[in-house]
Nanobody
Framework: QAQLVESGGGLVQAGDSLTLSCRGP????????MGWFRQAPGQDRDLVSV???????AYEDSVKGRFTISRDGAKNTVYLRMNNLKPEDTGVYYC??????????????????WGQGTQVTVSS
């Protein structure tokens, strides 16, 4: 069964940076659109950023210019570099392997596999 293994969350102060990593799902990594979702306390799980099979990217408006998504096919890994973090970025971040080819935010692609989630907490 495919697995997505995440790492990189933590507690930081506003203005700090973090990089999240997600490894998987195995030898079929290049066939998936990869993305990161965020779920704040009491909120829905929302798509924050997505990267297509060819490396095209898309972002939710609140993170444009601050977050960068990338993928490394040799390592089967997708990254989310988060700069200038704000308290409203707090939440559990989930990596996802999704259907499709291009990076499309709306509607979000169907998710095939989820990561276990990693907590990001930004203090003011």
């Amino acid at each position: 069964q495919a697995q997505l293994v995440e790492s990189g969350g933590g507690l930081v102060q506003a203005g700090d940076s973090l990089t999240l990593s997600c490894r998987g799902p195995g030898r079929d990594f290049s066939t998936w659109v990869m993305g990161w979702f965020r779920q704040a306390p009491g909120q829905d799980r929302d798509l924050v950023s997505v990267i297509g099979r060819s490396g095209d990217t898309a972002y939710e408006d609140s993170v444009k210019g601050r977050f960068t998504i990338s993928r490394d096919g040799a390592k089967n890994t997708v990254y989310l570099r988060m700069n200038n973090l704000k308290p409203e970025d707090t939440g559990v971040y989930y990596c996802a392997a999704m259907d499709g080819i291009k990076a499309i935010m709306n509607p979000p692609p169907r998710v095939g596999y989820w990561g276990q989630g990693t907590q990001v907490t930004v203090s003011s």
